[in-house]
């Protein structure tokens, strides 16, 4: 055996004994604990400091050292049993609240507290025979203290997180609010003062929001977003006046600046909008909703003004403006069919040229409003709207473009029900004008006549009677009829007139017409007397007696047969008897 083998062995010897030497010392120190701890928690217990000695009997029967009254120990622990529970609970508890905080863990706070109130119910009843157990060891472990730090170390972290949604301007989460009412009020000042204050900070919250997301123009995301405030708060029977106070001031300031702006489409659409979230959000009636339903009545009177002023084009705008708010289809018609009643013209085809003449009405030809009009370069146009509001333009590209045209009107004597007759006016170097007629059918404009004369004039059977034409006729009165699709040259009209028969011989060569009175019938030649002059009536006619009107030319004197004496009297030769 080497010297090294012996050192080792002997260091190791050495050191066994003095493991030795420390166990049994320490066995010893455990032995005199245990007996020490009985000893004071008899004391105790005698002293009915139950709380106290059950800790110390707890402690020496987990001291397996030495067999030392372990019956007794046991017993007592039994009898302490409720203590010993409620001990381990709260400790268990108060662990358990640590760690949830430990690990941010709100929801599993809550349930821990949960728990121990439920503990604290159990065994803090009103004259409970370990009630004040319950305190001692509840103070002692100072449990309600750490609760208290635990939730406001939660209540500052919610707060910090309504803080930083502001800041961001992001409100995705909003969980710290019902986090904030999930709080014990009793760590918080009680019921009334927890909740108070809680409502405080939602209220400085939910309008600092609602005026972030207004600036934002973010209406409809305020909008919904009030919708869900309003929906939580009415689940946690919370009346949130703010959130109804706010968002009514913000929709009435918004739409007073559209009102004031004049910005009618802006309105119109945030009008609507508004409505639709009211009624979403059962705020109707409101302020808000009437000062809508009394700004838009005022709007639609500004339009009617400007209709009536003839400022169609605005009226319209606005209508069209307003149509976001409510269906403003028929006032928008009403106003163009105004527009059209004033300025016919416009159904006509749009041209960079005016027209030079135009004629217009309403409701006559089956037509609403009806337009005739021509341009530089004489050709005519008929425009009109029928109840159905279809519009047709009907042209006629014959007239000379030689003609100048001064007037055209629709003519109130050919015109028919159906069917307008247009009299033009043109310019006529040896007579008076060049009369025009076109008459408007269904499908076409087609010429009725084109006479250059002196005057025209239409006759109660239809026939026009005109004075002087170019042409046949020239220089007389003649007569045109309506021959198939036009009027056509028929005769000169030859002039009779109207005399005392008694004054024939006055009228040589003229056409006259007076009333004689017949003594005896007769065929050929009878005499008749007017006015107690005899005349002689000579035609192809069976004469009857008495009073008849005759017309023809006085052309001689004849001497005739007068009771038994010749007298010399004048000859009409007759060309009608009536």
């Known amino acids: 055996m080497t010297i090294k083998k012996i050192i080792t062995l002997h260091n190791l010897l050495i050191l066994l004994c003095a493991i030795v030497i420390v166990l049994i010392g320490y066995k010893g120190y455990q032995v005199q604990q245990k007996i020490s701890w009985i000893a004071e928690a008899d004391r105790l217990y005698a002293e009915n400091k139950l709380v106290e000695a059950e800790a110390l009997y707890t402690k020496a029967q987990n001291n397996k050292f030495l067999d030392y009254k372990e019956q007794e120990v046991a017993a007592r622990l ?8 409620i001990n381990s609970k709260l400790s268990s508890l108060d662990q358990a609240a640590q760690r949830a905080t430990s690990r941010n863990d709100y929801d599993e706070l809550i349930q821990t507290y949960e728990q121990f109130q439920e503990v604290k119910s159990t065994y803090m009843e009103p004259k409970g025979k370990y009630s004040p157990y319950y305190t001692q060891i509840s103070q002692s472990l100072g449990i309600s203290d750490q609760f208290a730090a635990h939730f406001k170390q ?43 204050q809680l409502l405080e900070n939602f209220q400085s919250y939910d309008e600092t929001k609602m005026n972030q997301l207004a600036s934002e123009n973010s ?5 919904s977003n009030v919708l869900l405030m309003l929906k939580q708060y009415k689940e946690l029977e919370i009346n949130a006046k703010w959130v109804t106070h706010g968002i009514e001031d913000i929709g009435l300031e918004l739409l007073k600046k ?40 005022e709007m639609l009177k500004t339009a009617k003004k400007l209709t009536a002023n003839k400022e169609f084009q605005p009226a319209i705008d606005m209508y069209e403006q307003l149509s976001a708010y409510q269906d403003t289809s ?14 016919p013209v416009q159904l006509l085809p749009e041209r960079q040229d005016e027209y030079v003449f135009a004629s217009s009405g309403t409701d006559r030809f089956g037509s609403k409003v009806y337009v005739a009009a021509a341009d530089q370069t004489n050709q005519i146009y008929y425009g009109r709207m029928n109840s159905t509001d279809s519009v047709q333009v009907l042209t006629y590209s014959d007239l000379p473009k030689s003609d100048l045209i001064q007037s055209m009107v629709i003519d109130k004597d050919f015109s028919i029900t159906s069917a307008p007759v247009l009299l033009i006016l043109s310019a006529s170097d040896s007579r008076t004008a060049i009369y025009t007629a076109l008459e408007v059918q269904s499908d076409k404009i087609s010429l009725l006549y084109r006479i250059e004369a002196d005057e025209i004039s239409i006759n109660p059977d239809g026939t026009l009677t005109v004075i002087n034409p170019v042409g046949e006729g020239a220089g007389q009165t003649t007569i045109y009829e309506h021959n198939g699709d036009s009027y056509q040259f028929a005769k000169v009209q030859v002039n009779i ?38 005349i002689l009536l000579s035609g192809n006619f069976n004469f009857n007696d008495g009073d008849i009107t005759v017309t023809g030319t006085f052309t001689q004197f004849r001497d005739v047969d007068l009771f038994g004496e010749l007298t010399s009297i004048p000859v009409l030769e007759v060309e009608a008897v009536q």
Not at 78 to 85: G, H, V
Not at 273 to 291: I, M
Not at 332 to 339: H, P
């Open 330 to 343: 028929a006032e928008i018609k009403e106003v163009q069919m105004s527009w059209l009643i004033a300025e």
């Open 78 to 85: 039994a009898e302490l049993a409720p203590i010993t529970t």
């Open 258 to 297: 559209d009102v004031e702006n004049n910005n009618y489409g802006s309105f119109a659409a945030n009008a609507k909008q508004y409505e639709s979230f009211a009624a979403s959000a059962d705020l109707t009636p409101s302020e808000v909703t009437k000062y809508i339903a009394n700004s838009f009545k």
């Open 497 to 534: 007139t109207d005399i005392d028969g008694s004054l024939l011989a006055e009228f040589p060569g003229i056409k006259v017409r007076f009333t004689c009175t017949v003594f005896e019938p007769g065929a050929g030649e009878v005499i008749a007397l007017v006015a107690n002059n005899y």
């Open 154 to 196: 939660f209540k500052e972290q919610f707060l910090s997180q309504a803080n930083e949604n502001l800041k961001k301007s992001k409100y995705t989460d909003e969980t710290f609010k019902w986090n904030l009412l999930r709080l014990p009020s009793e760590f918080f000042g009680g019921d009334k003062e927890h909740k108070t």
């Open 219 to 223: 209406y409809n995301n305020l909008y």
